[in-house]
């Protein structure tokens, strides 16, 4: 059974940080491209990471870029995001994704995902 289960999402201020945790079974971990996306309330989807099945190379939406980081660890099969200086517009269901064989350009499009969370909430609020 195919399972990505992300958690430590919840209430924090603006310019706090949280790190979200994607836990992952039940398919080759490592042989997935995995990504962050999120999705805001009456919004479409957004791509926020992405990080390399391999090489750990990793990519960011320019709207987070230099506060949020991305990383993986294939022997717990086990994705983080840390989020810093969050702002409201950061508020959003966030869902992690794995795409075998993916690129930057296919999990930016977020069109062709195997797996998908079933996400957890972040709300940046005062």
């Known amino acids: 059974e195919v399972q990505l289960v992300e958690s430590g999402g919840g209430l924090v201020q603006p310019g706090g940080s949280l790190r979200l945790s994607c836990a992952a079974s039940g398919f080759t971990f490592s042989s997935y491209g995995m990504s962050w996306v999120r999705q805001a309330p009456g919004k479409g989807l957004e791509w926020v990471s992405y990080?390399?099945?391999?090489?750990?190379?990793?990519s960011y939406a320019d709207s987070v870029k230099g506060r949020f980081t991305i990383s993986r660890n294939s022997a717990k099969n086990t994705m983080w995001l840390q989020m810093n200086s969050l702002n409201p517009g950061d508020t959003a269901v966030y869902y992690c994704?794995?795409?075998?064989?993916?690129?930057?350009?296919?999990?930016?499009?977020?069109?062709?995902?195997?797996?998908w969370g079933q996400g957890t909430q972040v709300t940046v609020s005062s």
């Open positions: 994704a794995a795409e075998r064989d993916a690129d930057l350009t296919t999990m930016r499009a977020a069109k062709a995902i195997d797996y």
């Open positions: 990080i390399h099945s391999g090489s750990g190379s990793t």
